[in-house]
């Protein structure tokens, strides 16, 4: 043969592959480790403390106690480790409560008797502090603005209420930390607060904050039917970040889905691991800060009678029903069935798809050039909160938001069930908690930049309906679109009103143990 002739190249040979086979997701950032697992504190991912009770109990620690907290801290969690959970014993306790259903429900196929799962009783717990109490362990730099100032001092960029407090919440000052513990009873959260509360000293090294019941503020998942809804009716907890190490492969059919809806989150995100604060940024953690993250707690009461009043109205909004504005308002039905999909623009699924549609996730919103006007507005909560794809409808690819602007949300529903012959006065909302590795960037940016602003997602898309907060005397104003409308929407009787709250740190169980309470910085 010449040698000037090239080889022949023999045309490449498709991998044979299986149809049925789907190749496994393929996770696109570095896996938790096992020490991970061990020292970050167990509510902090996406399923969290399993729970049907939950209770925030905040404590101050008393005048010149703080060496002696700082003793009884480490002695609880090195002599009773089990007392605050990590993230290995909360995801051992998930699945085992998921094999019990596995068998109930096995045996309830095969016609046996007992398929009902047996209870099981658990509860958990994760301890936190504002900067205050943080700073009597050790001396915290100011690394993190949001969390040191308190969220108080963000009231103006959040438009929070000044009034109307709980009096638990209102004055600051005296929240140094806070206990949050959940389990399937009342029962077991009392045990287990209790068992914390004595290994701290409760009454001498710590007290209670002032001006609630207890310093507590509880709890409950709503009963059935209701069960894993919120207030106002609809199936909360599907959408989370997702990480690996500890999530489930997402289902691999959905796998592009859940790398290009942003499921998929790079920990750094959520949780604190490196030094600096991302790449635009030169603030720098100390070491012990790493594996812990940061805590947004606030009292959000709903009104329900209000947003059925509102919703009631559909028909000036072009809507079909008041249950098509309530999902236009939110970007969900009650089922969790995503207003984006075609299948679900005008109607709810049908109750015998209501399993597959509350975990749905593996959807974004049309890229119909811009123009029209979407069966999904652009300022539904779920669509403010997470516009899931970049660069759709003129996004502004420069927010650093639509990367960072994460959190994993951990809230219960607090308050009875309304009815509309209860007696004034009743309240009701919810818990919200939402774990990040930076406020400014997650809870912060989502509330003050997006739910708070008109020009988020783009310009006049309107308030976020469900948190968005305007300058007091101001009215609300959100906006419904379908096919060919565009219509304002004042919401004059605000839908969620702010009680309180606070920023936590929750610091590793290693720093727990470690750095935290070796030599606190003020007696
Ligand atoms: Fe929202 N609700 O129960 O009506 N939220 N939320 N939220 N929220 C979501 O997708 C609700 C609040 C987010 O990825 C659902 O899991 C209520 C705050 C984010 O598609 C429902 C309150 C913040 C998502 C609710 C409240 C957020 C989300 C759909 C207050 C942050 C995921 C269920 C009383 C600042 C979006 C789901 C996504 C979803 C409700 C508060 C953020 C039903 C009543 C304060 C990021």
């Not at 896996?31 to 504190?41: G, M, R």
């Not at 095969?110 to 001396?139: D, R, V």
């Not at 209790?194 to 509880?218: N, S, Y």
């Not at 007696?423 to 940016?445: K, N, S, T, V």
Request: aromatic share 8%; hydrophobic share 35%.
């Amino acid at each position: 043969m010449p040698p000037d002739v090239p080889p022949t190249i023999p045309p490449s040979i498709p991998p044979i592959t299986s149809p049925t086979a789907p190749s496994k997701y393929q996770w696109k950032y570095p896996a938790l480790t096992p020490n991970q697992l061990d020292v970050i504190q167990g509510d902090i991912w996406s399923k969290g403390f399993p729970k049907h009770n939950e209770t925030y109990y905040l404590f101050k620690i008393a005048p010149g106690s703080a060496t002696a907290f700082a003793q009884c801290l480490r002695k609880m969690v090195v002599d009773q480790p089990e007392l605050i959970s990590n993230l290995k014993s909360t995801k051992k306790a998930r699945d085992d409560i998921a094999a019990k259903k596995q068998r109930a429900e096995a045996a309830s196929k095969l016609g046996q008797p007992n398929g009902k799962p047996e209870k099981l009783h658990m509860s958990f717990a994760l301890i936190a502090f504002t900067y205050k109490g943080l700073n009597m362990l050790n001396e915290v730099r100011k690394t993190d603005p949001a969390f040191s100032n308190g969220m108080k001092s963000d009231g103006d960029a959040l438009n929070d209420p000044i009034t109307g407090l709980d009096p638990l919440l209102a004055n600051a000052d005296e929240i140094h930390g806070l206990i949050k513990v959940a389990g399937c009873s009342n029962g077991s959260v009392n045990g287990r607060l209790g068992k914390i509360q004595a290994a701290l000293q409760r009454g001498t090294v710590i007290q209670d904050v002032p001006g609630g019941t207890e310093g507590r503020l509880d709890g409950a998942t709503r009963e059935k039917p209701f069960r894993g809804k919120e207030h106002f009716g609809f199936e909360d907890g599907i959408s989370q970040p997702l990480m690996n190490g500890i999530d489930d492969t997402p289902p691999s059919p959905d796998s592009e889905a859940h790398a290009l809806y942003n499921m998929d989150t790079e920990q750094s995100i959520l949780i604190v691991t490196g030094t600096t604060r991302h790449e635009n940024s030169s603030a720098r953690r100390p070491d012990w800060m790493h594996d812990g993250s940061f805590l947004v707690f606030r009292k959000l009461e709903q009104d329900v009678k209000a947003f059925r009043q509102l919703t009631a109205s559909f028909a000036t909004y072009q809507c079909e029903s008041a249950a098509h504005m309530g999902a236009k308002l939110m970007g969900r039905w009650p089922s969790g069935a995503p207003l984006a999909l075609q299948a679900y623009n005008t109607t709810d699924a049908p109750p015998a798809d209501h399993g597959k549609v509350k975990v749905m996730n593996n959807f974004g919103y049309p890229t119909d050039g811009g123009d029209k006007e979407p069966a999904c507005p652009f300022a539904a909560h779920i669509r403010k909160t997470n516009p899931r794809r970049f660069g759709d409808w003129g996004l502004n690819s420069g927010d650093q938001g639509l990367k960072f602007a994460k959190m994993i949300r951990s809230g219960i529903s607090y308050g009875p069930d309304y009815a509309d012959s209860e007696p004034a006065g009743l309240q009701r909302g919810l818990l919200f908690a939402c774990y990040q590795a930076f406020i400014e960037d997650g809870f912060q940016h989502m509330q003050a930049s997006w739910s708070n602003k008109t020009y988020f997602p783009k310009s006049d898309s309107g308030l976020d309906p469900i948190i968005g907060q305007v300058p007091e005397g101001e009215v609300l104003k959100t906006v419904i679109t379908n096919r060919t409308a565009h219509i304002e929407v004042p919401i004059t009787t605000p839908l969620v009103t702010f009680r309180g709250g606070e920023y936590f740190f929750v610091p590793s169980i290693a720093a727990l143990k470690g750095a935290l309470t070796e030599a606190p910085s003020v007696s």
